[in-house]
């Protein structure tokens, strides 16, 4: 069997597709993006998504993450996407635009926790971990010893009396112009409150705003240990890939 995978990551600015390598987690092609189309409704997303495909000269089985939770292959929320995902089939939507091939649907977040885990730092597959993305807004993988509990959703847990992901995501760094500083006051509150209510070993902040860890990870006062995640923007992508080979059915 080949070990050359093909995984697609719809987010909020850009769906992006690349074939991986799996045994080593690299990209085994250019990545493609292309914008996601506005407004971002399953039909359009789906076209694109056909389109990368299709740009990629791409045959085998697909994995497509989407930010949103995934049960039974059926979006449930729908916070960063158009609101008609909700109660959208859609491993059945993405394979008709497929010619009918297989095709699996997972969190993004859990896709990337998953895909850390395989290639990312050896931390990720010892204990109890939260997995972190930090980005349009928070997604959270939830692992143990490695494996996934799915569709964890911490982005929304209220703290403070905001929800997680209005407080501290990459977005609303940018959006509010803070400095590192101040942003990593808001992470720090959060990862306070995960912390008191999951007592995890370990956290591994993802996202691409954790290239620049060294300017907000040492500002964090919580208990538990944070780690920058090795794999960042590459993540989803490999662990939709991954979720193919494994023709996940969740
Ligand atoms: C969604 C999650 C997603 C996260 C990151 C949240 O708003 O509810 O499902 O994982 O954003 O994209």
């Known amino acids: 069997m080949s070990s050359i995978g093909f995984g697609i990551d719809v987010g909020g600015s850009g769906v992006k597709g690349a074939r991986v390598d799996l045994e080593s987690g690299e990209f085994a092609s250019e990545r493609i993006k292309i914008l996601t189309p506005r407004p971002a409704t399953p039909e359009a997303v789906a076209a694109v998504v056909a389109q990368i495909v299709e740009q990629a000269g791409w045959e085998g089985p697909v994995g497509v993450t989407v930010p949103g939770v995934v049960r039974n292959h059926v979006v449930e929320s729908a916070a960063n996407i158009d609101a008609s995902w909700v109660g959208t089939d859609a491993r059945a939507l993405f394979s008709s635009h497929l010619g009918g091939r297989e095709v699996t649907v997972l969190n993004d977040a859990d896709a ?19 997995f972190l993305t930090l ?40 959006r509010k112009e803070l400095s590192y ?37 040492p500002l964090l006062t919580c208990r538990t240990r944070v780690l920058p995640a090795r794999l960042l923007n590459t993540a989803g992508i490999v662990g939709a890939a991954m979720a193919a080979r494994r023709g996940s059915t969740r």
Request: hydrophobic content about 40%; aromatic content about 8%; charged content about 25%.
């Open 181 to 217: 500083k101040q942003w990593a006051k808001r992470v720090d509150k959060v990862l306070h409150a995960y912390e008191e209510l999951f007592s995890p070993e370990l956290f591994i902040v993802g996202g691409g705003i954790s290239r620049k860890s060294d300017k907000w990870v």
């Open 135 to 174: 980005g349009t807004g928070i997604g959270s993988a939830l692992l143990i010893d490695g494996r996934l509990y799915p569709n964890s959703e911490l982005g929304h847990l209220e703290v403070g009396g905001k929800e997680a992901e209005r407080r501290a995501s990459s977005a609303v760094k940018e």
């Open 112 to 130: 990337a926790g998953l895909a850390e885990v395989t290639y990312g730092i050896p931390e990720a597959s010892r204990g109890p971990v939260i």
